[in-house]
């Protein structure tokens, strides 16, 4: 896991320069994620996926090949998920919109979304451990 | 007085006031939060959305005219998407080491997180267009727009769904967790990404870096099974 960079046991340094690198990466390769989804609209109508989430296995594809993570990158990253609730903030806004619709089915629809989050919760959890518990087992 | 409405008129008028006001809300629900122990009930986007809401009620804002100025915090949410890809990078080998119990609590998460969902909804005779807006809930809502679309659902009433469902499990994770004993933190961020989708993913990385890592693929791949499960649907339903 150790990268050229290492050598000579020389951190690089975050500059102005490596931060505006690391933005620059992370929207060219939602750029090319949002390219490549609207490529495969043409041959498949139906299917959607976002290209931020196309950008971000791209990303992680190219760093596994690389194994190498550019401190700008790193860096910006951070900062980027660090205000990740932030960024919700404007859509979850957005719910005052449609306060009728949700108001008309109230008490039976916040009863299926919190009956279904918890299940969904519990399920998920639930069988990812039995798994890992398999496939920890079968190990010598 | 008309001096003060003079000065209303061009601020309301300017991104700057309510891209400021987002932050500002933002930064108090992270206040009111840490006031409270940071417990879980106090979600930031919980607090900040409510915030902003009473503000534009109070100051008869439009949501359109909310979002020129919230626009920009929003754009942010695609290249912090992509962000998402370093902290799994970090943590590859646990994922490379975790790929059976990702492939089979995906399957089971994603098919419990749209049945049940239909499944209560129909069950208190909701009509084919609600029941249509609730099945894509745990996805991200631009998929879950398109998927409701496609199955004869209402596109910004599925967003909404999609924002109570984030909310709802952001809430519920970390008490849930807890109360069952559940310390494997991939595990925690797995079934968050399942259910609520990046809202869940932002609260898994509150707690632990390796609960956001999973939480994140676990949004990825969710987004894309629900999107196959669903077209597979629709392509059966018109055969």
């Given at each position: ?64 090949w ?15 998920i ?24 109230g008490?039976p ?12 919760l ?7 451990l ?8 079968e190990?010598p | ?6 000065i ?24 009111i ?24 009620q ?19 949410l ?14 590859l ?14 399957i ?16 208190f005779?909701?009509?084919v ?11 991200s ?18 967003a ?38 990046g ?10 870096e ?8 676990a949004?990825a ?19």
């Amino acid at each position: 896991m150790t990268s050229k960079s290492d050598e000579g046991n020389t951190k690089p340094r975050i500059t102005p320069a490596t931060l505006l690198a690391g933005f620059a990466i992370l929207i060219a390769c939602q750029l090319v994620g949002e390219t490549l989804v609207s490529a495969g609209r043409l041959l498949a109508p139906s299917f959607v996926f976002p290209g931020p989430v196309a950008g971000m296995l791209l990303l992680l594809a190219f760093l596994g090949w690389r194994r190498h993570l550019p401190v700008g990158l790193d860096a910006m990253a951070t900062g980027l998920i660090g205000i990740l609730s932030l960024l919700f903030v404007p859509s979850a806004v957005g719910i005052v919109q449609y306060g009728g619709l949700v108001l008309e089915w109230g008490p039976p629809l916040l009863l299926a979304l919190v009956v279904s989050t918890l299940l969904t919760l519990l399920v998920t959890v639930g069988t990812y451990l039995a798994l890992a518990r398999f496939s920890n087992g079968e190990k010598p | 007085m008309s001096g003060i409405a003079e000065i209303w008129v061009y601020l309301s008028a300017s991104p700057l006031l309510w891209l400021t006001a987002t932050i500002l809300a933002y930064l108090l629900a992270l206040a009111i939060s840490a006031k409270l122990g940071g417990t879980p009930l106090a979600n930031s986007v919980l607090i900040a959305g409510i915030l902003i809401i009473a503000l534009l009620q109070v100051t008869q804002t439009s949501y359109a005219r909310y979002f020129e100025g919230a626009q920009f915090v929003h754009f942010l949410l695609g290249p912090a998407t992509v962000a998402l890809a370093i902290p799994l990078y970090k943590n590859l080998e646990k994922v490379r080491r975790s790929l059976l119990p990702i492939g089979g609590a995906l399957i089971a998460g994603s098919l419990t997180a749209m049945g049940s969902a239909v499944a209560i909804a129909m069950a208190f005779g909701a009509p084919v267009e609600v029941v249509a807006s609730i099945a894509p809930k745990s996805t991200s809502a631009p998929i879950a727009m398109e998927l409701a679309r496609n199955l004869g659902g209402i596109p910004s009433f599925a967003a909404v769904l999609v924002i109570l469902t984030g909310i709802l499990g952001a809430v519920i994770v970390t008490p849930l967790m807890n109360a069952l004993g559940i310390k494997d933190y991939a595990a925690r961020g797995f079934a968050v990404g399942v259910a609520s989708h990046g809202i869940g993913t932002a609260r898994a990385f509150q707690v632990s870096e390796v609960a956001g890592a999973f939480s994140g693929i676990a949004m990825a791949l969710n987004g894309a099974l629900t999107s196959i499960l669903v077209l597979v649907w629709v392509l059966l339903s018109q055969a």
